[in-house]
């Protein structure tokens, strides 16, 4: 009879293990959609902003093979300031107004991660990181590139091509928001206090 008690509190001890197991795979599903939705909406958020900014560049549609090397480029620049950038393709430009008109679902199919990472770090040196995330909204197709800071080094152009010069290092002044080769000794400056902050916190974190 003893031995019948113990074996009932050991699977109820189970049993209870593995709901609280449940709870907490469904509370970690739970929290990961709310990220991924409150991430979607912060690039919708972007889509629609209306203005260029610095870490903003908008693209007219069309597909990857035609828009690559003006998007590297941007890529290469956004790469060499602080934070993240984010390059979006759907907005065309009428003077100083922006039309979110999307693009099409044949140019949408052009753009995958695998392809445009790769392309990109055909022309970065060191890699470039970027997330590409396609978004549907109002019946519109859009095409979000995420730009990352460079992690160490700055990122310099290794390869010439269209419109890209090999050895160049690009950025985003802050005069007028374009892709540019450094401009002055305010753009240079900035770009080693970034690496030389990077290499402080290295050498700390060992």
Do not use: H
Request: aromatic share 6%.
């Amino acid at each position: 009879l003893r031995q019948n008690e113990l074996d009932k509190r050991e699977q109820e001890i189970i049993r209870k293990e593995k709901e609280i197991e449940k709870r907490n795979k469904e509370s970690l599903i739970i929290q990961s959609q709310l990220e991924n939705l409150n991430k979607e909406n912060e690039l919708i958020d972007l889509i629609f902003r209306g203005r260029e900014e610095r870490n903003l560049e908008y693209k007219s549609g069309g597909n990857w093979k035609d828009l690559r090397f003006k998007i590297i480029k941007t890529v290469l620049a956004m790469s060499n300031i602080r934070d993240v950038g984010a390059i979006i393709v759907g907005v065309t430009q009428e003077k100083d107004t922006f039309d979110p008109a999307g693009i099409s679902p044949s140019d949408l199919e052009s753009y995958s991660q695998d392809t445009i990472a790769a392309n990109i770090n055909e022309f970065a040196d060191p890699y470039a990181e970027v997330t590409v995330t396609k978004i549907f909204q109002e019946g519109k197709n859009f095409v979000v590139i995420q730009v990352e800071e460079f992690t160490e080094l700055p990122v310099i152009c290794k390869r010439d091509g269209d419109s890209l010069r090999r050895g160049a290092i690009y950025t985003r002044p802050r005069r007028m928001y374009e892709t540019a080769e450094i401009p002055s000794q305010t753009e240079a400056r900035e770009l080693l206090d970034i690496a030389t902050e990077k290499s402080i916190r290295s050498t700390y974190s060992r």
